[in-house]
């Protein structure tokens, strides 16, 4: 029976990076994954085939919408779906067979199969597809078993019409009519994604915000500028069924008035978050003990209650991102090494990749007023930038929240050009503990998109902006 220092189970950034980093730390270690590619919910039916879509179908926006401006004329603009999604699973592909290629260099066993417990220290694998199961010693495991999309109890998905972000990623035609239920990240993204291409799309959410969880300046923005490029937006809407009839799906909701009202599409994606996924591990072999909502339950090193047994990304509490997991799975692996690593949860950006893109970390605004945090803001909008009006993306703004006191950022929230990219200065500048007026002292390059950070501090520290 072969043996290990560390098995991990599941491939996705959280299992792949903390196999990385064990075996970077001269642990022997295996990876268990049950699907033929590596690398998760991520690079397969997540963040990386979102993206491409996106990409693609934002080039196709703007051959319609902002080319002539730019005096550039094209006639006989057409999508062509197939190549479209032909190149996304291209993208998928190189990025997962980057992630073999990593492995191998890693010298980690790669298993396939379906992962699940025999008891503490050995795990079964059985293949997916067949054949003979094969049983390994593990001194510790890491469970990265991630997520699946949360069904809605009342509707029944049939994964053609009612669908999933999976289905919604491999559809070959372009829909006439596309439902979008849940207004958070997916939802929204998925909705530019088809509005872009000319479908008809309605996004029916059920608080009176979208993406909630963030300030809720940013929801506000969103809603202006996705309503620009046609998306409607029913919200406090409570979807009370879908039911699909031939080739097209009704859903029935009840507005904030108790009204029934019915939205009809091509296509329903119902995006109402993810449900960690725990299935088949045998859980109970090992006595590894569970929380509300079905994530397995850790402590603050995220080991289980089982020492030697850990569990990081979607699987556990905390925000369901891939940085997140990966952060989680290096972690794991220098714990185990013996190394005292450290997460500061409230620096996990979260981004979202419409256009204009939307981004925020740190303490919300209505965060900080809960808490009865004395602070201080700056805003600087993009239609102020020259970098943004060269370019002609004059829609959004940055918002820097800082301690009325101390003057240290709180909170950065934006949306606008690039700006996935440009949290990453206010990460940094936040892990620093830097003041608004750190930033606002500091050069930056003429003509970008992040001197609207620059002037967005300035603004935060005794109303200076320049260019406002
Ligand atoms: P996963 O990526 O879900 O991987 C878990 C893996 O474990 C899977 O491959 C699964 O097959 C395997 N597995 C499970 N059980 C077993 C078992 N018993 N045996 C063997 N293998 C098993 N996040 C971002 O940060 N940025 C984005 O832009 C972004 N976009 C997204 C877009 C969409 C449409 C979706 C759906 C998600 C997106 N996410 C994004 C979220 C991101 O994909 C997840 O947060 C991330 O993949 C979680 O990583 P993980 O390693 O915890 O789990």
């Known amino acids: 029976m072969n043996q290990y220092d560390v098995t991990v189970i599941g491939s996705g950034p959280g299992g792949y990076v903390a196999a990385i980093r064990c075996a970077q730390l001269g642990l022997k270690t295996a990876l268990i994954e049950k699907y033929d590619t590596l690398g998760g919910t991520c690079l397969n039916v997540g963040c990386i085939p979102s993206k491409a879509l996106l990409d693609s179908t934002e080039h196709y926006h703007n051959a319609h919408s902002t080319f002539q401006e730019h005096g550039i004329e094209l006639s006989d603009l057409r999508v062509n779906m197939p190549q479209m999604n032909d190149?996304?699973?291209?993208?998928?592909?190189?990025?997962?067979?980057?992630?073999?290629?990593?492995?191998?260099?890693?010298?980690?066993?790669?298993?396939?199969?379906?992962?699940?417990?025999?008891?503490?220290?050995?795990?079964?694998?059985?293949?997916t597809g067949g054949g003979e199961e094969q049983q390994i010693e593990t001194k510790n495991v890491i469970i990265a078993s991630g997520s699946k999309p949360t069904v809605l109890p009342f509707i029944a998905q049939d994964k053609e019409r009612i669908i999933t972000s999976t289905e919604a990623l491999n559809i070959?035609?372009?829909?006439?009519?596309?439902?979008?239920?849940?207004?958070?990240?997916?939802?929204?993204?998925?909705?530019?994604?088809?509005?872009?291409?000319?479908?008809?799309?309605?996004?029916?959410?059920?608080?009176?915000a979208l993406v909630p969880t963030m300030d809720?300046?940013?929801?506000k923005e969103l809603k202006r500028v996705l309503g620009k490029i046609g998306i409607k937006f029913l919200l406090g809407h409570k979807v009370t069924g879908a039911t699909r009839e031939g080739d097209t799906v009704t859903v029935?909701?009840?507005?904030?008035?108790?009204?029934?009202?019915?939205v009809a599409g091509d296509y329903c994606l119902v995006a109402v978050g993810r449900s960690p996924y725990t299935a088949g591990l045998n859980l109970e072999a090992a006595g590894i003990e569970m929380e509300e909502r079905g994530r397995i339950k850790v402590d603050e090193h995220l080991q289980t209650n089982v020492p030697g047994i850990y569990a990081i990304g979607d699987v556990v509490r905390g925000a369901m991102l891939a940085h997140k997991a990966e952060e989680e799975g290096v972690?794991?692996?220098?714990?185990?090494?013996?190394?005292?690593?450290?997460?500061?949860?409230?620096?996990?950006?979260?981004?979202?990749?419409?256009?204009p893109e939307a981004a925020g970390v740190g303490y919300t605004e209505e965060q900080l007023k809960e808490a009865g945090r004395a602070y201080k803001?700056?805003?600087?909008?993009?239609?102020a930038s020259g970098r943004a009006r060269a370019s002609g993306d004059l829609d959004g703004f940055v918002k820097v929240l800082a301690d009325k006191t101390t003057d240290e950022i709180l909170g950065v929230h934006m949306v606008g050009p690039r700006i996935a990219d440009l949290i990453a200065e206010a990460v940094?500048?936040?892990?620093?503990r830097a003041s608004a007026e750190d930033v606002a002292r500091m050069s930056h390059a003429h003509p970008t998109y992040a001197e609207a950070m620059k002037e967005a501090c300035l603004a935060a520290t005794d109303n200076r902006a320049i260019h406002m």
């Open 87 to 127: 190149r996304k699973n291209g993208v998928v592909k190189a990025n997962t067979d980057g992630i073999v290629y990593l492995m191998k260099k890693n010298k980690i066993d790669v298993l396939h199969g379906l992962g699940s417990f025999v008891d503490k220290t050995h795990i079964k694998i059985k293949p």
């Open 172 to 208: 070959r035609e372009v829909p006439k009519s596309f439902v979008v239920i849940g207004g958070g990240v997916i939802g929204l993204e998925m909705a530019s994604i088809y509005a872009r291409l000319g479908s008809e799309v309605t996004v029916i959410e059920y608080t009176d």
């Open 377 to 383: 803001t700056g805003n600087f909008p993009f239609r």
């Open 252 to 262: 029935s909701a009840t507005s904030p008035k108790g009204e029934e009202v019915k």
């Open 331 to 355: 972690f794991v692996a220098e714990t185990l090494a013996g190394q005292k690593p450290h997460i500061n949860y409230l620096l996990i950006p979260g981004v979202v990749y419409t256009w």
């Open 216 to 219: 809720s300046s940013i929801g």
């Open 428 to 432: 940094t500048a936040m892990e620093f």
